[in-house]
């Protein structure tokens, strides 16, 4: 039976995750496990074990071609593997390939749209969509996502931009604002015109207990009124993050 010579300088590995960073004029390649290198760079993972297949630096990790000595010092002033496999990892460019970016892809778009669907109600039932509807909303308004970017924050920007194709607003904050003292019928007021609906009212002896709907934009805005205005003698608490109607019955 014939054996398969692979050189010395050569060494092969499978299922990884490349990491390349051109230097020097020359290319260098390292190879990680998948998934490790995003948590290595937000200090979620701090092993370096656990993200570097192998503490050696390529020109092809592909080709199982590794970096000479003479080229690590002339690009990275040293020849310490994994200091350089470091310096790579945090500065380098993770290849994707095209099916692992379009199913990173797919999964960003459902989570945009998972946010979506939990943060909005449709205003005229009160009811939340299914993130179907809302992924379908999307794509009908040829809303495009961005891979660097967090879901949350893309998720508020696509909100205002669905608004114009389909009944859409974000779901309500419940809060409870105590006010008391002489100007408190002047806060109530000004707390109420950042309400969408205000729920109860109740004076008891100067003292006003208010419960009330607000969109979740309005909330610092409300904390404000409430602690520089009284001086710390009012009360601002968060009942629910959002209410919805589902069926017959209020969840919060």
Not at 121 to 126: D, G, I, Q, S
Not at 246 to 252: A, D, I, N, R, S
């Given at each position: 039976?014939?054996?398969?010579?692979?050189?010395?300088?050569?060494?092969?590995?499978?299922?990884?995750?490349?990491v390349r960073m051109k230097k020097g004029g020359k290319r260098f390649e390292i190879a990680c496990y998948r998934n490790k290198v995003v948590s290595w760079r937000n200090n979620i993972e701090t092993d370096i074990d656990e993200v570097l297949?192998?503490?050696?630096?390529?020109?092809?990790?592909?080709?199982?071609?590794?970096?000479?000595?003479?080229?690590?010092?002339?690009?990275?002033?040293k020849d310490d593997q994994t200091d350089v496999c470091k310096e790579i990892l945090t500065k380098g460019e993770l290849q994707v390939s095209d099916k692992e970016r379009q199913s990173q892809f797919e999964l960003l778009f459902k989570d945009i749209a998972t946010t979506v669907a939990d943060k909005c109600?449709?205003?005229?039932?009160?009811r939340p969509y299914p993130v179907s509807m809302i992924e379908k909303a999307m794509k009908d308004a040829h809303i495009s996502v961005k891979p660097n970017r967090i879901p949350l924050m893309q998720a508020l920007d696509v909100i205002p931009l669905l608004k114009a194709t389909m009944p859409l607003e974000r779901a309500q904050m419940k809060i409870r604002a105590v006010l008391s003292g002489r100007d408190a019928r002047k806060l109530r007021d000004k707390v109420a015109k950042l309400a969408t609906s205000l729920e109860s009212e109740d004076w008891d002896g100067g003292k006003l207990n208010l419960v009330c709907l607000i969109d979740p934009g309005h909330y610092r805005e409300v904390d404000e009124i409430v602690r520089s205005e009284t001086k710390g003698h009012g009360l601002l608490e968060l009942m629910s993050l959002k209410e919805v109607t589902?069926?017959?019955?209020?969840?919060?």
């Open positions: 039976m014939s054996k398969i010579f692979t050189p010395t300088n050569q060494i092969r590995l499978t299922n990884v995750a490349v297949q192998t503490h050696t630096v390529f020109t092809n990790v592909s080709k199982g071609q590794v970096a000479k000595k003479e080229d690590l010092i002339k690009a990275f002033g109600v449709n205003p005229e039932t009160k589902e069926g017959e019955e209020l969840l919060e």
